[in-house]
């Protein structure tokens, strides 16, 4: 009798898994990995401009040092992090991530803000050229960290609600750090890259 | 009370327009044989490569900037084949004077973000600037079929001439069915059974179905035939009752877009 009680408490147990949140668990950390992957992907993207930017810029207005500085100084910070996949469990080193590619964004918002001070830099077909790809680049940014945003939200909800919760509980699963409302009111503000005159 | 809040939010987004055509226009800024010439330029060319262009003007994308609006309308309407991501969205915000291009995840090789960036700047936004928005669009159209076309991208599957197997099978298995059972009538279970296996063969191998696999199918309708096809006929109608029926709406092949493209003012 108590056998047959302890093999139906095992079956109940593994059928307990599907309705558990087990599963959903696993799918949702997978989806916000690889949104994940794709914020840094185009992050990478924009840092691989920089030094272009910068050298065109330079050519034009060299004097321009203070804001040509602070974007190779930006530039490095943001190279300096190591990311690694424990980022996204790691609320501190996010917040650090995130300031640091915030200042980047900062920046380079100023450096062109500047060059709009210089005409024929801002006819410069090279200098336009990089300018539509950094435009394109922060779009996609955009479009990446909503999409993170969309991802982590799903799996937050799925992680603190009952009967859930008690799952991520006992497998270790937390809740995951997304993009603040302040930092992204501050980052998504791509910066102002239109030199069309009007 | 927060519930509301966001709803009010949400309700001032523009709308997005349901898509139906290739070339959407809400601002009656295009003649209708003008509309009709962009539709059948891009559907000639997604009949010849596969990939899908969109038009769409509206007045104004306020109070999202055009960026968030188009990838809105981007996620919504799927251009672009499923896998290939090969759609591209023209869309024009009249009010705004503004345009932006937005490339499928598998057209930013084809037309980087500094080359839609030209194609706005050096084609659309001077026609645009004299008023002449057909011509801007059309040469803009032009210039997107031009890039794709020299991009290596898995032939379109057509749907008039070749069928698949996939899609002559359920055809063959009705009709298969329904002759079976006439013939049978007609010439008796053996030979109306041969009769209808040869016939299924012979239409399968003429449709392009390799010589094996068509006799094999002949041989299955002689069988079927030959059993008796009454229950078999009604589950055979049954399931695949209904299908096909191409109507003039055209929709999205599940595209997926990531942001790339260009925006531009006039």
Known sequence: MKHLVLRFLAVLFVLSLTGCGYNTFQSLDEESKASWSEVLNQYQRRADLVPNLVNVVKGYASHEKEVLTQVADARSKVGSI????????????????????????????????????????????????????????????????????????????????????????????????????????????????????? | MMLLASFNVHAELAPIPVLQHRVTDLTQTLSAQQQSALEQKIAAFEQEKGSQIAVLIIPTTQPEAIEQYSIRVAEAWKIGREKEDDGVLLLVAKDDHKMRIEVGYGLEGAIPDLIAKRVITEIMAPSFKQGDFYGGISKAVDALIGLIAGEQLPAPVNQNGQNSFGDLLPLLLVGGLILGSILRAVFGDFFGGILNGGVVAALAWFFGVALLIALILGIVAFILTLIGPSGLGQLGSGSYSGGGGHSDSWSGGGGDFGGGGASGDW
Not at chain 1, 91 to 113: D, I, M, W, Y
């Open chain 1, 82 to 198: 190591q990311v690694t996949p424990e980022l996204l469990n790691d609320p501190e080193a996010f917040a650090k991530f995130q300031a640091a590619q915030g200042q980047l964004t900062s920046a380079l918002s100023r450096l062109l803000a500047v060059s709009e001070n210089y005409p024929n830099l801002k006819a410069d077909q090279g200098f336009r050229d990089l300018q539509a790809q950094l435009e394109g680049t922060e779009n996609r940014i955009t479009v990446a960290r909503n999409r993170y945003i969309e991802t982590i939200k799903n799996y937050n909800v799925a992680v603190r609600s009952f009967p859930n919760n008690l799952t991520a509980m006992a497998l270790g699963y937390k809740a995951k750090p997304s993009f603040t409302v302040e930092n992204e009111k501050a980052i998504s503000v791509a910066p102002t890259v239109n030199f069309e005159s009007k």
